[in-house]
């Protein structure tokens, strides 16, 4: 009974776990190529909804076109960093590759933010404008009624 040599075992190894990560990098490719259309996909129903938005209102500038038009930018520049990805490592200054990484989700931040700050904003001045419509009620029955 022959055993093989631990030559021939490394060959068989190496031919075995290149084959791995051949098959395992493409999944990741075939993954970022699903994430970038997907995210692209994203991008243009938030620019369809714009064009939407400015037609039935194009006089003003409202908050909704504000998110709408944020929700565009971060689809859209998540869809090229995927779309890109296996080249982002290449970009020369490293400071752009940073920014592609990082502007989406400072920008989706800012528009969570926003929209709390908006929501928040609009509930407290409700509240205090319920308070004092109430206020002025009880003073105009007390006045009716010392008369």
Do not use: H
Request: proline share 2%; net charge positive.
């Amino acid at each position: 009974m022959s055993y093989p040599s631990s030559s021939s075992l490394n060959t068989i190894q190496d031919a075995t776990s290149s084959s791995t990560q051949d098959s395992s990098s493409m999944g990741v490719t075939m993954e970022y190529d699903y994430l970038a259309v997907f995210y692209a996909l994203l991008a243009t129903v938030a620019f369809v909804q714009l064009i939407r938005i400015q037609q039935r209102n194009s006089s003003v500038w409202t908050t909704q076109k504000s998110f709408v038009v944020l929700n565009f930018l971060v689809m859209s520049i998540r869809a090229v960093v995927f779309a890109i990805r296996e080249k982002l490592d290449e970009i020369e200054p490293n400071v752009i590759a940073s920014i592609l990484l990082d502007l989406p989700g400072l920008i989706f931040f800012t528009t969570c933010a926003s929209f709390l700050l908006f929501s928040f904003g609009r509930g407290t001045n409700d509240f205090f404008l319920f308070f004092s419509l109430n206020r002025t009620r009880i003073k105009k029955r007390s006045a009716k009624t010392k008369y």
